[in-house]
């Protein structure tokens, strides 16, 4: 069974960084692709970038490019999702998701929020 746990969430003052962590375990993921998501209060879940574990490749969500990066650890089958220049609208519950790429990645939108294994998420509060 594939577990995805989430971590490096909390208060931070606008224009500071954090880096989010999604540790991965249960099998190996050579064949998956695994992206990062965001839900603020009462808004919908969104997707904010994903990264093919195969090759590395990336790609990010328009509101999010140049301030969001999406990185994966190999050897520690973790994926990173670091944040600069936080702003009060990235406020918001993180969760990662990890689902195997079957058509080729980039992932379309059904398959993004349709990913088979979600993790719990990790709050982020961005003070102004």
């Known amino acids: 069974q594939v577990q995805l746990v989430e971590s490096g969430g909390g208060l931070v003052q606008a224009g500071g960084s954090l880096r989010l962590s999604c540790a991965a375990s249960g099998r190996t993921f050579s064949s998956y692709a695994v992206g990062w998501f965001r839900q603020a209060p009462g808004k919908e879940r969104e997707f904010v970038a994903a990264i093919s574990w195969s090759d590395g490749r990336t790609y990010n969500a328009d509101p999010v490019k140049g301030r969001f990066t999406i990185s994966r650890d190999n050897a520690k089958n973790t994926a990173y999702l670091q944040i600069n220049s936080l702003k009060p609208e990235d406020t918001a519950v993180y969760y990662c998701?990890?689902?195997?790429?079957?058509?080729?990645?980039?992932?379309?939108?059904?398959?993004?929020?349709?990913?088979?294994?979600w993790g719990k998420g990790t709050l982020v509060t961005v003070s102004s």
């Open positions: 998701a990890a689902a195997e790429v079957v058509a080729g990645f980039p992932l379309t939108e059904e398959e993004l929020y349709g990913m088979d294994y």
